[in-house]
């Protein structure tokens, strides 16, 4: 695809807030992994078990440039992650694979016959198996069934990055990396952060069944009709909470924090689905209608076949403004493709930042 000024930049830098939110997710699974390869090795090879864990844990995730590098087409690209590379089968091969030549580097010298065959195996599917794991209880969806399947596993209970379950289980692991191989306080402190990083998980699934029950009720005291609802928290933390109800023509979204004074949210915002823009036929709309589980709707630019699609599974930054979602393209038609390109309206700024951590606070 030839660049000129009339092309999408196919490779233009996400928003800070975007950045932030990955960075955080890249670092959530470094941890969870670290912890993975410390339980398995950590007596046998120390702090080492750590570094080979978080790299175990990261290499799903490293199916952002290998899309990149197999689709020219930056829609099919984004389709491909979390996709073969956050399966079951992925973790199968990929464990036996990375565990069989990292013993054979490793088991040589001083180090001959300290570890086996197994133990890295071991170490690297469950640091890699886990990381599709934890990755399902998001709202990004994940195929854990692939290639069998592009079902995406989702059951939106924590946010994609939430500094509540990472960092006290970074902590843990910062200290217990201060305490030799064999100490029982090392064991200890990995009980601690997973025992809390636990524990977090459950409290999200619990508080879900009860922000469900409120956007619900409400959304039935309103007789707002509705053929499709799913929730799920927004960036960062488990305390403000989206709501998105999909009707005939159009999506109510709103918003809920647990710590609002009402059991109900403030308003519903009605999104026309504009869906007759734009043909569902062509193979890249298809992908992300598919990536969006159909929760999208499109409006128009002044640009020539030139559209907004907005996945309304993500939350709007600023609950009064409909054109502040975070997670919106601009595609065009060309060349008988759609490309695509992250899209920040030129007024998503400091207000809508603003308008959302005051909601975070409540009303």
């Not at 490293?62 to 930056?74: A, Y």
């Not at 409006?299 to 502040?324: A, G, M, Q, V, W």
């Amino acid at each position: 695809m030839q660049s000129n000024k009339n092309k999408l930049n196919l490779h233009a830098q996400p928003n800070r807030y975007v950045f932030l939110q990955d960075h955080m997710d890249s670092l959530t699974q470094i941890v969870l992994g670290a912890a993975c390869g410390e339980a398995v090795l950590g007596k046998k090879i120390g702090n080492r078990a750590l570094l080979f864990g978080a790299i175990g844990g990261t290499v799903p995730d490293l199916d952002v440039f290998v899309g990149k590098w197999i689709f020219s087409n930056e829609i099919q690209a984004m389709a491909f992650h979390r996709g073969f590379m956050h399966s079951i089968l992925f973790a199968v091969l990929a464990g036996v694979g990375l565990g069989y030549a990292v013993f054979w580097m490793y088991n040589r010298g001083s180090r001959l016959g300290t570890t086996t065959p197994k133990d890295w195996i071991k170490l690297f599917f469950i640091s890699i198996f886990t990381h599709p794991i934890l990755d399902c209880f998001t709202g990004y969806g994940t195929q854990l069934f692939a290639p069998f399947s592009n079902y995406r596993v989702a059951f939106d209970n924590i946010a994609v990055a939430d500094p509540f379950y990472t960092l006290p289980f970074l902590v843990s692991l910062i200290i217990l990396m201060c305490f030799k191989r064999t100490s029982t306080t090392r064991r200890t402190f990995l009980k601690i952060g997973l025992g809390i990083s636990s524990v977090y998980m459950v409290f999200t699934l619990i508080n879900k069944y009860y922000i469900n029950s409120v956007f619900k009720s409400d959304l039935a005291q309103k007789r707002i009709k509705y053929n499709r609802f799913k929730s799920q928290p927004t960036i960062l933390n488990n305390i403000l909470w989206y709501g998105v109800a999909e009707s005939d023509t159009a999506y109510h979204v709103a918003f809920y924090s647990i710590l609002d004074q009402k059991k109900t949210p403030r308003k519903w915002q009605s999104i026309p689905k504009n869906h007759q823009l734009v043909s569902s036929t062509h193979k890249d709309i298809k992908t992300l209608i598919w990536f969006s589980d159909g929760f999208y709707s499109i409006s128009k630019t002044t640009e020539k076949d030139t559209f907004i699609f907005k996945d309304l599974r993500y939350p709007l930054l600023n609950e009064d403004d409909p054109n502040s979602s975070v997670f919106s393209f601009k595609i065009k038609h060309e060349n008988n493709r759609w490309v695509a390109q992250p899209f920040y309206p030129k007024d998503m700024k400091e207000k809508d930042v603003s308008a959302f951590l005051e909601r975070l606070k409540g009303i």
